[in-house]
């Protein structure tokens, strides 16, 4: 029986490297360990994300008017506008542990909605979210640039894009299904700890810190004055 279990195995494990194989094409030993943490790390946001696309909804039924509403949506944003000044933050030799540091704190920040009762708390939590975890931006793009070949990027962020987008279209009913039978206190606490753990993936990544470089050499003068 042990002897069927381990062949089992091994014709799963061929399976998945001929699927990946056919995906990717040939890579470096490194390239193929970081697609595979990337697949990981892809997979969790995908599941976290889906919880978070009923952000809007809990505050609807918390009472949040229309306005309030409006400033959510734009607030998804204030990662994307401040990203500049994120640039700072990210030295050579700390990027990858400062980037996993700063989506551990934002994600973490969906584990205190357990602890939020009204639609101002809940708005405030996911602003500062959304505040931190688009500020690596930048400093994710110049890892993606440093570890994979520019001939096959552009195939490999495809994988990862679909490995996030799976769950996302698999567990949308399952997230309603549990905001509706264990309320916003619950799902969205345990989507910050799926995002946490997919921080966690990312981690993993192999690549020289040392290496990397994020500038602000694009800037206006003035925001490279302030840098």
Known sequence: MPNAAGHFLTAVERVLLSLENWLVGPLRPDARHNIRV??????AYGVF????AF????????????????FYSSSTYFGSVASWAGLAFFRPGQVK?????????SR???VLVAFVSGYPGLLLLVAVFWLLEGLPSPAYTAIVQRVYP???RGRVMSVTRVAMALPML?????????????????LFPLAGLVG???????SRLRVDETALQVRVSGAPTGLRRLF
């Not at 994300?49 to 978070?52: D, K, Q, S």
């Not at 952000?55 to 409006?70: E, I, K, M, N, T």
């Not at 946490?196 to 990312?202: E, K, P, Q, R, S």
Request: charged share 10%; glycine share 12%.
């Open 55 to 70: 952000v809007p909804v809990v505050l609807r039924q918390l009472g949040a008017p229309a306005g309030w509403l409006a």
């Open 196 to 202: 946490m753990a997919g921080a966690l993936i990312f």
């Open 49 to 52: 994300a889906t919880a978070l």
């Open 108 to 110: 973490g920040l969906l």
């Open 97 to 105: 542990r400062r980037m996993t540091a700063m989506w551990l704190v």
């Open 38 to 43: 990337e697949i990981g790390w892809a997979a």
């Open 150 to 152: 520019v001939e096959d």
């Open 170 to 186: 698999a567990l949308g009913p399952v997230a309603g299904w549990l905001l509706d039978s264990a309320g916003y206190r619950v």
